[in-house]
């Protein structure tokens, strides 16, 4: 049955992509965040993404729509980082299995890239904010609609064979998608399109706590007040803010709050000093290699020549040291330097695009932008995600945003109400 009803939306989405290649990415970006493949039977095992991807990049080629190829700065750092990687990749410890992560890692990059080169109208951008929340929102309300009904005693988890599999990476996608939730609320006049945007909100939160992840609760802690500062310090927020956290410590089990205790003993914790150890071996890689390890540097061997405990063996748990560890101190100077960037435009959109009417969308969107990136920075200190496509859709949209107000695209477009759907004009 989910066979019958996924197969016909991916062939339409390929079809219209001929056509209209900037829907295509729409579809790459859908199947690629959500992979709603995966969740049937027959297609899981299809080459869905890259199906939609070169059909996206063979209408590209010949369409007559608009394409912008000026590259911004964020977009050089990128592609920067990007051939770091590569050169790393020639350097890595294990090529074949760096290689295969590689191919992985420049699709979704490439794929960001191409993004930026498609979509140029406001429509296009709120549309595709409308697909990155939902993508990632779908499971944030059916995760929370899971933790309501069991009172969090279970752990909620992601889909099978992604980026966010893990209820840890689960929760942290959950966090970074819950301003642009937001950011869509502030958009639409309609009141039921609102309130159903706030329980989505709501159950994505209960979701992520529901993850039992210590690390999502800190990253929530720090995107409630990013929200609540960045939103206009509006007492209304606060109050909600109070009032879910009320909420969640009535409604939480007792082995919830047992579980996040352990964030103040670290010390007593296998998992965090795990964590640690895996932090000390990446350092001290990287400070051995000047090219760093590759992709693939969790093993054995690895961790007998560089970490204090050779036999506790895992995988970075952080974004920061994942890139330390497999790129070395150039790769997560290009890597931090990226999100640094991202951050200051969108603070500019934020403070820029009050300057308009037309354009407080803009600053809007600058300011949900910084408050998911709080939110990636801070959950993402905990997680290996420092590929993971969500983040990178923040940079598109600011980059995207930038450009539109530098193009002056009010007076260019005809002017219509709100978003109010995903295809839905603005």
Known sequence: MRDLIIAPIIVALCLIALRRPWIGVLGWTWISLMNPHALSWQLSSLPVAATMAGTTLLAALFTREPRNFKISAEMWVL?????????????????????????????????????????????????????????????????????????????VWGPT???????????????????????????????????????????????????????????????????????????GILLSIIAAAAAAYFFMPEE??????????????????????AWTMTWNLARDRFFGGGFEIYNATLYALYAPNPDSVLVAHSIYFQVLGEHGFVGLALFLALWILVWWQAGKLRKSGRARPETRWVAELGAMCQVSLIGYAVGGAFLSL?????????????????????????????????????????
């Open 79 to 155: 592609i920067a980082f990007m051939c770091w990687m590569t050169i790393t990749l020639t350097l890595a410890f294990d090529f074949d299995n760096s290689f295969t992560m590689w191919k992985r890692v420049m699709k979704i990059d490439f794929m960001v890239l191409v993004t930026i080169v498609l979509l140029h109208s406001k429509r296009q951008l709120i549309a595709f904010i409308w697909v990155v929340a939902a993508s990632v929102g779908f499971y944030g309300i059916k995760g929370g609609l899971f933790t309501l009904a069991t009172a969090g005693s279970y752990r």
């Open 161 to 235: 064979g992604t980026y966010i599999e893990g209820n840890n990476e689960l929760a942290l996608a959950l966090v970074i998608v819950t301003p642009l939730l937001r950011f869509l609320q502030l958009q639409t006049q309609s009141k039921w399109i609102r309130y159903g945007l706030t329980a989505a909100m709501l159950l994505c939160v209960a979701a992520a706590l529901g993850s039992h992840s210590r690390g999502a609760l800190l990253a929530i802690g720090a995107m409630a007040m990013a929200l609540w500062w960045f939103g206009g310090r509006q007492i």
């Open 256 to 277: 919830w709050f047992s579980r996040m205790h352990t964030i103040s003993e670290y010390q007593d914790d296998g998992s965090a000093m795990g964590r640690i150890n």
């Open 386 to 426: 420092a590929y993971f496509d969500l983040p990178y859709n923040l940079l598109i949209m600011v980059v995207l945003a930038r450009r539109w107000v530098q193009s002056e695209g009010w007076s260019k477009e005809t002017a219509s109400p709100p978003a109010t759907a995903p295809g839905g004009s603005t």
